[in-house]
């Protein structure tokens, strides 16, 4: 079974400056998930999708984050203006239905570096 | 909503030692209860899970955590780690109903010396 793939690896990209990572989930997962990784500290969910719906995006800083499921199956997140703040790992996640009983699966995630 | 914390920011540990990583939650609903283990640029993977039943959990790699419900407590344990269990290890819950995500705690840095 192929992993849930994200590109890409790594950015480096100047304050200000927009960025976009991609993830491409376990297929037939109905459920994906964005989460921020700051170093030092554990994940943060960003997003929760059903299918193309959100389910739960009461922690992403609408004002500079954007993110979409098309088709209920890729997720692209986007950070437009970039902080110092942003840099982190980006991980995405996805699970069958809701996820407690088989676990989430998570990709190796983007590392985002701004300067 | 959920918390967790992981107390232990780093535990040093020498091979073939035993080790317990430690984890309390705090939720006003029943949880599931996960580790994750993270190596360098890598994801998170899954190591053992609480969804009900026993709660001594038996999971990859030769580690168990048990869950302590009056305690609100979910402990990973090892008897005896090698210098390839050096990682960041991740404790997270979620509600048992509903369409929730993970929530995690900041993590411990297991570092195995031989």
């Known amino acids: 079974e192929a992993g849930v793939a994200q590109s890409p690896r790594y950015k480096i990209i100047e304050k200000r400056q927009s960025v976009a990572f991609w993830c491409n989930p376990i297929?037939?997962?109905?459920?994906l998930y964005w989460y921020q990784q700051i170093l030092g500290q554990g994940p943060k969910l960003l997003i929760q999708?059903?299918?193309?719906?959100?389910?739960?995006d009461s922690q992403l800083p609408k004002d500079r984050f954007s993110a979409e499921r098309l088709k209920g199956v890729d997720s692209t997140l986007k950070i437009q203006p970039a902080k110092l703040e942003d840099s982190a790992v980006y991980l995405c996640?996805?699970?069958?239905?809701?996820?407690?009983?088989?676990?989430?699966?998570f990709g190796s995630g983007t590392r985002l570096t701004v300067v | 909503a959920q918390s967790v914390t992981q107390l232990d920011s780093q535990v040093p540990v020498f091979e073939e030692a035993p080790v317990e990583l430690r984890c309390n939650y705090s939720?006003?609903?029943?949880?599931?209860l996960f580790w994750y283990v993270q190596y360098p640029n890598q994801g998170l993977q899954l190591l053992l899970k609480?969804?009900?039943?026993?709660?001594l959990v038996k999971g990859i790699n030769g580690f168990e955590a048990e869950f302590n419900k009056s305690q609100t407590s979910f402990h990973l344990r090892k008897p005896s780690v090698h210098i390839s269990d050096t990682a960041e290890y991740f404790c997270?819950?979620?509600?048992?109903?509903?369409?929730?995500?993970?929530?995690f705690g900041s993590g411990t840095r297991l570092q195995v010396q031989p």
């Open positions: 996640a996805s699970s069958t239905g809701t996820g407690g009983h088989y676990g989430y699966t």
């Open positions: 297929s037939g997962h109905a459920t």
């Open positions: 999708f059903q299918n193309n719906g959100v389910v739960d």
């Open positions: 939720s006003s609903v029943s949880v599931y």
């Open positions: 609480y969804l009900s039943g026993s709660t």
């Open positions: 997270a819950v979620r509600p048992d109903t509903g369409r929730r995500a993970l929530t």
